[in-house]
């Protein structure tokens, strides 16, 4: 059981570059979520999907597209990379669709620099 | 909209001190309170959480009371060790009108122990 699961861990990219951040669970969740992290703003939402077949925007969802591929798979892309989404990515699952105050798992963060 | 206020930091203890990490919180409704850890180079990680009113979390020799009429979930550890060192994010969690669990981020605190 490998919990939450992201690829890559670190990548650099110009700014202008497209790329898609991975993110797998095998703990059966049915909710999926996009954060990123900068100093000083603890983590913000950019976009989570409550169940297959289902995405909606979080705090900070410009710059970024997601598509739920599976119930196991979260991709969140980037279409043309800015310097201001330097930070680090955690996605994270729950079990549940909705309701509830049961955890949001993290896995173990991308670190993205756009120069 | 909801808010957790927490200082930043760095925290810097001796081990065996005390530790004490504020966390207030302004949300709608009746949030659960949690905190996470991130240790270097790692996701979050659930510590422990409250999910009601006077309710008190522990785990690992951390404690932390939902205190509604103080509106705050401060966390505490009598003796702290090296391995403590990492930064503690206090959250909170409430469901919006369509059933999504909103999560709430502090900004983290860094704590160093030192030998």
């Known amino acids: 059981n490998a919990g939450v699961t992201q690829t890559p861990k670190f990548q650099v990219l110009k700014t202008g570059q497209s790329m898609t951040l991975q993110c797998a669970q095998d703990?059966?969740?049915?909710?999926m979520y996009w954060y990123r992290q900068d100093p000083g703003m603890g983590l913000r939402l950019i976009y989570y999907s409550a169940s297959e077949g289902t995405t909606d925007k979080g705090e900070v969802p410009n710059g970024y597209n997601v598509s739920r591929l599976n119930k196991r798979e979260f991709s969140l892309r980037l279409e043309s990379a800015a310097p201001s989404q330097t930070s680090v990515y955690f996605c994270?699952?729950?079990?549940?669709?909705?309701?509830?105050?049961?955890?949001?798992?993290f896995g173990p963060g991308t670190r993205l620099t756009v120069l | 909209g909801n808010s957790v206020t927490q200082m930043e930091g760095p925290v810097t203890l001796s081990e065996e001190a005390f530790l004490t990490i504020n966390c207030t919180y302004t949300a709608t409704g009746y949030p659960s309170l949690f905190w996470y850890v991130q240790y270097p180079g790692e996701g979050l990680q659930l510590l422990l959480k409250?999910?009601?009113?006077?309710d008190k979390g522990s785990n690992k020799g951390f404690e932390a009371t939902y205190r509604k009429e103080t509106t705050s979930f401060h966390l505490e550890k009598g003796s702290v060790q090296v391995s403590d060192s990492a930064v503690y994010f206090c959250a909170l969690i409430i469901m919006n009108s369509g059933g999504y669990q909103k999560v709430t981020f502090g900004i983290g605190t860094k704590l160093q122990v030192i030998p």
């Open positions: 409250a999910t009601k009113a006077d």
């Open positions: 994270a699952s729950r079990r549940k669709t909705s309701g509830g105050t049961d955890t949001q798992y």
């Open positions: 703990m059966n969740h049915n909710s």
